[in-house]
Nanobody, 116 residues
Framework: QVQLVDSGGGLVQAGGSLRLSCAASASIVYINAVGWYRQAPGKQRELVAAITAGGGTNYADSVKGRFTISRDNAKNTVYLQMNSLKPEDTAVYYC??????????WGQGTQVTVSS
């Protein structure tokens, strides 16, 4: 069993930046993939970015070039650096981990609100 704790959300103006953190209770070295999903009101949850144990990354087209996912194995933490934020990025962001697609374990979610 792996517990995930999401943090780093907040209110930011369009064009601003935020960094989300996902702290795991176990070593992430042995986890196949860790990803960030988001869910906006009235919309389905979507995978925004993911990183595999080997360091490979995957991004949704809507965030390519603006978001960067990274992992710090020593801290058992995965980060999502979000730059050039847009109002349409407003959502609850969830960290998840497991085999591909990473959905076995979930964080509690962190709210990101981008004002125009």
């Amino acid at each position: 069993q792996v517990q995930l704790v999401d943090s780093g959300g907040g209110l930011v103006q369009a064009g601003g930046s935020l960094r989300l953190s996902c702290a795991a209770s176990a070593s992430i070295v042995y986890i196949n993939a860790v990803g960030w999903y988001r869910q906006a009101p009235g919309k389905q949850r979507e995978l925004v970015a993911a990183i595999t144990a080997g360091g490979g990354t995957n991004y949704a087209d809507s965030v390519k070039g603006r978001f960067t996912i990274s992992r710090d194995n020593a801290k058992n933490t995965v980060y999502l650096q979000m730059n050039s934020l847009k109002p349409e990025d407003t959502a609850v962001y969830y960290c998840a981990a497991g085999r591909w697609p990473p959905q076995a374990y979930w964080g509690q979610g962190t709210q990101v609100t981008v004002s125009s």
